[in-house]
Every structure is written in C-alpha cells, then in structure tokens.
C-alpha cells in the first residue's frame, strides 16, 4: 500500500523565530519521522511574491528558511523537502485550476476581504487598491501546491483553514467535470501545539513585533529573554504559573520533570531575573548545536541549493506523471 502523504508549505517571509520553531516546525520535523507517511514540505516561494518584490529578500528569505529546517535535523533522505518554484508543474496547474475555480469563491477569502475592508475603512476610492491578481488568487496556486501530490493531510494554522475548504473545492468541480482525478485535501490543526508568547506577552507574530529569531547569536537571546515584560511582584511572592509568559515559554522547551519541579518553585516564590535566566539557559541548550549548524549551513550555500535539487528530482518524480494525467484528462494533448 502506498504511504499517506502529508504536505505542508512554508511561506518565506522573514526569518524564522522561536515560535515558529515551537508551534509549526519541530512539530512537523518530529512528524516527518513517522515511517507510514510520507511528508512533503516545501518553501512557498512563489507565495512569497505576493507580499514581497525585494529579489534580495526573497532569495534570502528562502536560504534562511531552508537552512533552518536542515539545522533542525530535518531527515531530507525522508521527507522530500524542495522548492516549491522548482517544480515547474505547479504553475501548470494552477492555470488549469484557475479555470476551475469560479471567481464569487476567490472573492469570499479572507485575505482579499481584508484587503478590501481595509480600503473601505480607509475610505480609498478603489476597494481593490493594492491588490494584485497574486494576493487575489493566492488560494489557488495553494490548492496547486497540494493537488499536485495527491496530499491527503494538510498540517496547517487556524488561519489557512479557509484555504483548506477552498482546495477542496477546486478538486472537488474538477473531479465532476474531469472525473476522480485529484485527491480532495484535508486540514490538520494541532490543537495541542504550544503557542508561544512574545516579548509583550502577546502570541509571538511577526505582525505584533514581539519575537524572537531562533538563531540569534547566544548573547543576544540573552538579551532579548531579559526584555520580556513582568510585572512587580518582588523575588519571595508566590506566583502563579498559568498566567506567566516566562512560564509557558518554559513549557515549551523543558522535559515535564523540570516543569513540575518549575511549577514549585513558583508556588514559593521566584525572582523574574533568576526565572529569565533559567528560560535563557533552557532554550540555549536546545539551540547550541542547531546554531552551529545553521551558521554553516548559510555560509555553504551550493550545499543547500543540492539539497532542494535533490528534494525537486524527487517531488518531480510525482508531480510530471501526474501534470500529464490532468493534461490529458482536459484536452490539452499531443493530437492525433
Ligand atoms: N499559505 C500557507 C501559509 O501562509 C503556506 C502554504 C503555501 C501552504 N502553500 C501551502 C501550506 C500548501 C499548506 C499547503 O502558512
């Protein structure tokens, strides 16, 4: 029996930060080692396009986002890790699906609604200001991305299940007009994946200006760890562990002896400085030797570059069969 395929994209913007680490990436990377399923990830570089036209940083963005991964002990023997512009039969079918997908659908996503509610808010003459047929269509080349490998399960934020239903869809109408060709996705939401909090004590997000890149070199994690705000209750007071930032950060980084020994300490009262200092030392330990990676892995990039070619030869060997199924099932053909 052929293995399930899990698939997940990885949008390239920005550099990864510890929350990213704990509530999307080790997660996926323990997940990738589940020999009954077959994962496929990938950098959403063309996705990246969308919010990004700077070449350098997109170009960045994907080497830092790849190296990341690799660092982390991603097993790419295994999971079939690749770029998702290297493999030239998405945009292919994307076209196809795009002639699949009717536009009242697109209309409805949350995305573009935003986009458009924010024109109106602004009370900008054109609702569509700004937004490009990318953003626009930006669910389409996502059901492309998974179609195109028959993904069954789909690991994702709350944020994407729109996208998720959206995919569905667009099989779903292709497979009554084309027949059973595509595989209609499902999402997968963790439920149970630690959400980090940020320097402000909000979910770390980019968007709230609060994280914390994962490979900052040691002194300046230190740093930014001694910036999360407390409050003033002094070093002796009994603190209540569920509702302190520090705390869940600990959570997710320690082993469930450390966090019940943890939970004591506070119940008899811990000072902020030594409880930052312990978090310090806690996630370093689990970021030493991933750094040390990282750093090399950045300063040899035609080794990265091998490494997302060789996830490409392996993702084609799916993805070229495939595209010429679906040709052949629309019409578009050698003739004769
Ligand atoms: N849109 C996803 C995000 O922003 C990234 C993504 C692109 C993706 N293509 C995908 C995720 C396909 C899952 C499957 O997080």
Redesign the pocket.
Same mark, same amino acid.
């Given at each position: 029996m052929s293995k399930q395929i899990v &698939? /997940? %994209? +990885? /949008?390239t913007t920005g550099t990864p930060h510890l929350g990213n680490y704990v509530g999307a990436i080790r997660p996926a990377i323990e997940a990738s080692r589940d020999r009954d399923v077959q994962s496929f990830y990938f950098l959403?570089d063309y996705?990246s396009l969308i919010k990004c036209q700077d070449p350098e940083r997109v170009n960045q963005s994907s080497m830092e986002v790849a190296a990341t991964w690799l660092a982390l002990g991603l097993d790419t023997d295994n999971a079939i890790f690749y770029r *998702?512009s290297d493999i030239h039969e998405i945009p292919e079918l994307t076209w196809i699906l795009t002639c699949m997908t009717a536009k009242g659908l697109m209309n409805r996503a949350h995305a573009y609604k935003a986009a458009v509610a924010d024109n109106e808010a602004a009370e900008t003459r054109d609702p569509d200001q700004g937004v490009t047929m990318g953003l626009f269509c930006y669910p389409i &080349?996502?059901a492309a991305? +998974?179609l195109m490998f028959k993904a069954a399960k =789909?690991p =994702? %934020?709350r944020d *994407?299940i729109q996208?998720l239903e959206m995919a569905r869809d667009i099989a779903l109408r292709f497979n009554h007009h084309y027949g059973d060709l595509l595989v209609p996705p499902e999402a997968v939401v963790d439920e149970d994946t630690a959400v980090l909090t940020g320097l402000d004590g909000r979910k770390m997000s980019k968007s709230y200006n609060n994280t914390i890149p994962l490979f900052l070199p040691e002194k300046q994690l230190r740093k930014l760890i001694m910036k999360i705000k407390t409050d003033t209750s002094p070093p002796e007071a009994p603190k209540d562990p569920e509702t302190s930032s520090l705390f869940s950060m600990y959570k997710a980084f320690a082993d469930a002896d450390a966090i019940a020994a943890m939970r004591q300490r506070y119940a008899q009262g811990i000072g902020w400085g030594e409880m930052k200092q312990i978090l310090f030392e806690t996630i370093n330990a689990e970021l030493t030797e991933p750094r040390r990676r990282y750093e090399a892995l950045i300063a040899d990039p035609a080794y990265v570059e091998a490494t997302l070619k060789k996830g490409a030869r392996r993702a084609r060997e799916y993805s070229t069969p495939f595209l010429e199924e679906i040709r052949r099932a629309t019409g578009i053909c050698p003739l004769g």
């Open positions: &698939l /997940t %994209g +990885i /949008t959403a996705h *998702q &080349l996502m991305d +998974i =789909v =994702v %934020g *994407q996208h």
